[in-house]
């Protein structure tokens, strides 16, 4: 594919989230490390056709917030992490670096912690998209955890990774993406200021395990700015593109009850 499409930049993305790893460990392991190996292979044997390489890992391979007490958590912090789906991230991570290491294939990796916006609909961390969602369709929702988040909004997330392919730096590289810190409570009520009639609670004894107040140094060091969008801005995007979706039959709800 990569040959015959003639790419100048590849991102990689294509993963199984947290819950589809420990219901299947070996399609998650299949996916998430095996499918990044044949990423890497693609690009090394380009014969310098691919120009930049970026592929995601994921915060969830740091592991528990509690091994890590300084913050902002720096990148080359060492990994712990205590699920499959972040062993595998830990494993990619590391894929990275021996590929430099023997074949020279450049590469940029960003750990996404939690990504916001239109068609987030997997993964644990996709109920704070799912939030907004019910809020446009007058739905009640609940929030399946609480506590501090990282979030990148969808469009700022995407312009990061094609920023970070199209950096054209040579080495490897491990970067954090940051952004908005807060609290899920504070998400929730600067969502209802925006949807007034908005009915969505959070699981208040539910904490995302991995730390939120991370550096995003190394991203910063190799784009010349990090997009970013404020969350109340990036909610006024995300209502009407739901309410057209919704106008149009194209939004499946029965995912508010996942």
Same mark, same amino acid.
């Given at each position: $594919?990569?040959?015959?499409?003639?790419?100048?930049?590849? =991102?990689?993305?294509?993963?199984?989230?947290?819950?589809?790893?420990?219901?299947?460990?070996?399609?998650?392991?299949?996916?998430?490390?095996?499918? #990044?190996?044949?990423?890497?292979?693609?690009?090394?044997?380009?014969?310098?056709?691919?120009?930049? /390489?970026?592929?995601?890992?994921?915060?969830?391979?740091?592991?528990?917030?509690? /091994? *890590?007490?300084?913050?902002?958590?720096?990148?080359? #912090?060492?990994?712990?992490?205590?699920?499959? &789906?972040?062993? &595998?991230?830990?494993?990619?991570?590391?894929?990275?670096?021996?590929?430099?290491? !023997?074949?020279?294939?450049?590469?940029?990796?960003?750990?996404?912690?939690?990504? *916001?916006?239109?068609?987030?609909?997997? %993964?644990?961390?996709?109920?704070?998209?799912?939030?907004?969602?019910?809020?446009?369709?007058?739905?009640?929702?609940?929030?399946?955890?609480? %506590?501090?988040?990282?979030?990148? &909004? #969808?469009? !700022?997330?995407?312009? $990061?990774?094609?920023?970070?392919?199209?950096? %054209? @730096?040579? %080495?490897?590289?491990?970067?954090?993406?940051?952004?908005?810190?807060?609290?899920?409570?504070?998400?929730?009520?600067?969502?209802?200021?925006?949807?007034?009639?908005?009915?969505? #609670?959070?699981?208040?004894?539910? =904490?995302?395990? /991995?730390?939120?107040?991370?550096? !995003?140094?190394?991203?910063?060091?190799?784009?010349?700015?990090?997009? @970013?969008?404020?969350?109340?801005?990036? /909610?006024?995007? $995300?209502?009407?593109?739901?309410?057209?979706?919704?106008?149009?039959?194209?939004?499946?709800?029965?995912?508010?009850?996942?």
């Amino acid at each position: $594919m990569v040959a015959d499409s003639q790419a100048s930049h590849v =991102v990689h993305l294509a993963a199984l989230q947290i819950p589809f790893c420990r219901a299947n460990p070996s399609l998650g392991s299949q996916v998430n490390v095996v499918g #990044t190996v044949n990423m890497f292979e693609a690009v090394r044997h380009s014969e310098g056709q691919v120009k930049g /390489f970026c592929f995601a890992s994921s915060a969830a391979a740091y592991g528990p917030d509690t /091994f *890590y007490p300084e913050k902002p958590v720096p990148e080359e #912090t060492s990994l712990k992490p205590n699920t499959l &789906y972040g062993v &595998y991230k830990q494993a990619n991570e590391n894929t990275g670096r021996v590929y430099w290491q !023997d074949w020279q294939v450049s590469s940029v990796c960003l750990r996404p912690h939690t990504i *916001y916006g239109v068609a987030r609909d997997q %993964g644990m961390t996709s109920d704070l998209a799912k939030a907004v969602l019910a809020a446009v369709a007058k739905r009640p929702f609940h929030i399946k955890f609480s %506590g501090p988040v990282c979030l990148q &909004y #969808t469009d !700022d997330a995407a312009l $990061m990774f094609i920023g970070a392919a199209r950096s %054209g @730096y040579e %080495g490897v590289i491990v970067c954090n993406m940051r952004n908005d810190v807060v609290e899920v409570a504070e998400y929730v009520e600067i969502l209802k200021t925006v949807v007034p009639d908005a009915r969505i #609670t959070y699981e208040e004894t539910n =904490v995302i395990p /991995f730390p939120a107040d991370v550096s !995003d140094a190394n991203l910063r060091s190799i784009l010349s700015s990090v997009p @970013y969008t404020p969350l109340k801005e990036a /909610f006024g995007q $995300m209502i009407p593109q739901y309410e057209d979706l919704l106008s149009k039959g194209l939004v499946n709800l029965d995912q508010l009850e996942a």
